[in-house]
């Protein structure tokens, strides 16, 4: 089987990390033959294209001039006359739209996969607009929660053609995080050793909510709780952020390597407005990291709340402060949230549950 895949990535987004592990989880078995190929705007490549390279993933660079270079478009037919794919797979709305210009899939199966969309600002509402053409197009779409398909039907995608594949986590990395010494990165961070850390990663934008996160932080400190809060990734927002930051929390940037940072942290919080399987969030719960998180899209389909983490309205600074704060003062609760998200990984989110369903839902494609 022959899989090309087009993917808009600059960084290693939650896309680009899921596809990289199903690409090294399929390696070996000789089952699929995968080729990736990403835009460049003469860069001579991206932290994206680094990070496939050192994971043994050969990505072919597709030129472009500018963000949406009609160009790219004879170049994407060239490509898939030349690898000759039984399956073209794209992800994010740039990638879907050139393949759709292309028209390659009149006479190609086309997987694009959906993993939701920003509104930070106009370019991104323009892009996300399109979609509605392109995913019309595709033979199957296949998105990261129910609650994401039903959005796409309403966007006037057929419920036949859409498929809900979860995302997943790799549990060799997840047990690294467990056996890193994490006394010594606190120390290394200037954490005291009687501070807790509350941890969130991801892009720094408007539905993401930090400033959510924030303000609940600053509830907690106003409790007198010696608490300390790590913001990883980048994005927008971040300037909004800093300012409103006050003491005590530590910006990292964008980071490829976020292990010594759930290894750090007491909590994982997540306080977005929209979610479909947010990585993060399963990283957390592999890792041992008790999680809270809003009640959105697709998280109530990972989490039973009180079961495996704790979920709270969207928007509301003192329920998520609250539910922090019950948490941290409850060992016991948090350790058997921890043993339950665990379990709950390993039945539903691994590396090689999803290798083998995307591999099973190709081949009937085939056939």
Not at 132 to 138: E, H, K, P
Not at 334 to 339: F, I, K, T
Request: proline residues 4%.
């Amino acid at each position: 089987m022959r899989l090309l895949v087009f993917i808009e990535a600059a960084t290693v987004t939650g896309p680009a990390k899921n596809l990289l592990e199903f690409c090294q989880t399929v390696r070996d078995r000789g089952e699929i033959q995968i080729s990736v190929a990403t835009f460049d705007r003469g860069r001579g490549g991206s932290d994206f294209s680094r990070a496939a390279e050192q994971a043994g993933v050969p990505v072919v660079l597709i030129p472009e001039r500018s963000a949406m270079d009609m160009h790219v478009v004879g170049r994407i037919r060239d490509l898939v006359e030349s690898e000759n794919p039984d399956i073209v797979q794209t992800h994010a709305v740039k990638s879907h739209f050139l393949v759709y210009l292309s028209r390659v899939w009149r006479k190609r199966r086309w997987v694009a996969f959906h993993h939701g969309y920003t509104t930070t600002d106009a370019k991104d509402r323009i892009y996300s607009q399109l979609d509605r053409g392109s995913l019309r197009a595709a033979t199957r779409v296949f998105t990261v929660s129910e609650s994401f398909k039903r959005q796409l039907v309403e966007r006037g995608v057929k419920s036949s053609r859409i498929e809900v594949v979860q995302n997943a986590v790799n549990l060799t990395w997840a047990n690294g995080v467990r056996a890193l010494d994490r006394e010594a990165i606190r120390a290394g961070l200037g954490i005291e050793p009687d501070e807790r850390v509350l941890l969130a990663i991801g892009r720094m934008s408007l539905e993401k909510r930090h400033i959510d996160l924030i303000e609940a932080y600053h509830q907690l400190r106003r409790q007198n709780r010696r608490v300390r809060l790590i913001l990883v990734g980048d994005g927008p927002e971040r300037g909004r952020l800093e300012a409103s930051a006050g003491e005590g929390v530590i910006f990292t940037g964008q980071i490829q390597d976020t292990a010594q940072y759930y290894a750090v942290s007491d909590l994982m919080v997540l306080p977005s407005l929209t979610e479909g399987s947010p990585n993060v969030l399963l990283e957390a719960m592999a890792a041992g990291v008790p999680s809270v998180a809003t009640r959105v899209g697709g998280i109530p389909e990972i989490i039973t709340d009180g079961e495996n983490a704790v979920l709270t309205p969207p928007s509301d600074p003192a329920a998520l402060a609250r539910a922090i704060g019950e948490l941290l003062d409850d060992p016991d609760r948090r350790a058997r949230l921890v043993a339950n998200a665990r379990r709950a990984i390993e039945a539903r989110h691994t590396s090689e549950t999803r290798a083998r369903e995307l591999i099973g839902r190709y081949r009937a494609l085939i056939r």
